[in-house]
C-alpha cells in the first residue's frame, strides 16, 4: 500500500508513504483522516517515507484543497525519508509556506524527528 495513517496520542499522526506517491492514494488517505477530525483538533504529523520512489506524474499534484481547508490544524510535519529526497519533499509539504512547522529528517534521526513533534 502506498499511504497509510495511524493515529498515535491523541493528535500524533504518523504517515508511511511507501514507493511511488500516488495523488489519489494520498487524497483518499488524507481525506479519511480529516473526516474524523473536530474544527478544535490540532495534528502533529510524523511523515516516514520507506522505500520511496517519488511522485506520480501527470497527478494535480497543484491542487491545495487540503491546505487551504486543514493547513490551520497541522502545527508540526516532520518528514523522515532517505537525504536525496529533502528538498524535494519539503518543497512538497509547503515548507515556508504554512502556519505550522515543517522539517527534515535523515532516515536515522527518526527518533529525534518524533522528539522534535513533542
Known sequence: MGV???REEGDFLVL???GLLRKSELDAALGAEARKWGS???IR????ME???GFER???WGDISFLVEHDRQIDKIAI???SKWEVETLSFAGAGFRQ???KFFPRSQAAQARAWLS
Not at 504529523?45 to 516516514?48: D, F, G, I, W, Y
Open 4 to 6: 497509510t495513517i495511524q
Open 16 to 18: 508511511r508513504i511507501t
Open 40 to 42: 478544535a483538533t490540532r
Open 45 to 48: 504529523a510524523l511523515v516516514m
Open 51 to 53: 522505500e520511496f520512489e
Open 58 to 60: 501527470g497527478a494535480n
Open 80 to 82: 523522515v525519508a532517505d
Open 100 to 102: 505550522g512547522q515543517v
